[in-house]
């Protein structure tokens, strides 16, 4: 069974920083594309950043490129997002999500239990 | 990016009833499409993928259909358990978007 667990949230200050972490298991971790998706409170769901299974490829949404890093390190099974000038609207829960890949794009079968980033002066 | 519309935002419903929820991409995304049931408080869950595709241990009362740009979910006698919210979300196209969901509120 896939089991991902997400850490790293927090409270800081807007223009701070944070780094998430989702630790997996239960998966060839390497073979598969990562994701986060977020979701503010109250609000639905959105796509953050992506990054193929080697780390060679890296995706992000217009609303943090710039200021997020996804990364990964295949060989402790850890997906990290590292998040920089951090604003309001940034506040929302993390999920870490297992990438099915269809024709090189993805729907998410498996999803972190979430870690909750909020940003607020 | 492809816009993701959900209809209707809340639907009321009393269980044991059939419940047919709506998804509309804003161009063509195949069958390159799945839905997700969030109930509150608790992580995302894949219900369906490729259109019409039940995931692992999803029960045979929820079924998806449709192709292109209208999608619906069925599900043919609500559950307790099914009280929640609904998203669909295309991958044909990058990136992948969600809609903005469907609340299942008991009536």
């Known amino acids: 069974e896939v089991h991902l667990l997400d850490s790293g949230g927090g409270l800081v200050q807007p223009g701070e920083s944070l780094r998430l972490s989702c630790a997996a298991s239960g998966l060839p971790f390497s073979l598969y594309a990562m994701t986060w998706v977020r979701q503010a409170p109250g609000k639905g769901l959105e796509w953050v950043s992506s990054i193929s299974g080697s780390g060679a490829n890296t995706y992000y949404g217009d609303s943090v490129k710039g200021r997020f890093t996804i990364s990964r390190d295949n060989s402790k099974d850890t997906l990290f997002l590292q998040m920089n000038s951090l604003r309001a609207e940034d506040t929302a829960i993390y999920y870490c999500t297992k990438c099915v890949a269809e024709g090189g794009h993805c729907y998410f079968d498996s999803w972190g239990q979430g870690t909750l980033v909020t940003v607020s002066s | 990016e492809i816009v993701m519309t959900q209809s209707p935002a809340t639907l009321s419903v009393s269980p044991g009833e059939r419940v047919t929820l709506s998804c509309r991409a804003s161009q063509s995304v195949f069958s390159s499409l799945a839905w997700y049931q969030q109930k509150p408080g608790q992580v995302p869950r894949l219900l369906i993928y490729?259109?019409?595709i039940r995931a692992t241990d999803i029960p045979g009362r929820f079924s998806g259909s449709g192709s292109a740009t209208e999608f619906t979910l069925t599900i043919s006698s609500l559950q307790s358990e099914d009280f929640a919210v609904y998203y669909c979300?295309?991958?044909?196209?990058?990136?992948?978007?969600f809609g903005g969901g469907t609340k299942v509120e008991i009536k």
């Open positions: 490729t259109t019409s």
């Open positions: 979300q295309q991958y044909q196209y990058w990136p992948p978007t």
